[in-house]
């Protein structure tokens, strides 16, 4: 099995900024990217930010600017700065990673963690 564990989440002002981190572990053959999303109250889940092999990077345009997202293949890790953080970015951020798993390489399937809350008040 695969699992992403999430952590960095809490309770910021506007304006301020939290870092979030995301690690993969278990039966990990590759990983092909891995990403963030996030889901606000009332809405459907929507992506924040990915990063591929290729060191490409994709942000949503509502946090473009203000957030960078960073992959350390070697670790499995993966990690969201965000900055200049706004009521909107409020919502719950999962953790996804698309996999090659040891049990099956032929396999590429999406992982995704427990998620961590975000919530930005004054």
């Known amino acids: 099995q695969v699992q992403l564990l999430e952590s960095g989440g809490g309770l910021v002002q506007p304006g301020g900024s939290l870092r979030l981190s995301c690690a993969a572990s278990g039966s990990i053959f590759s990983i092909n990217s891995m990403g963030w999303y996030r889901q606000a109250p009332g809405k459907e889940r929507e992506l924040v930010a990915t990063?591929?092999?290729?060191?490409?990077?994709n942000y949503a345009d509502a946090v473009k600017g203000r957030f960078t997202i960073s992959r350390d293949n070697a670790k499995n890790t993966v990690s969201l700065q965000m900055n200049n953080l706004k009521p909107e970015d409020t919502g719950v951020y999962y953790c996804k990673a698309n996999v090659q798993t040891r049990r099956n390489i032929l396999r590429w399937d999406d992982y995704w963690g427990q998620g961590t809350q975000v919530t930005v008040s004054s």
């Open positions: 990063s591929t092999t290729g060191s490409n990077t």
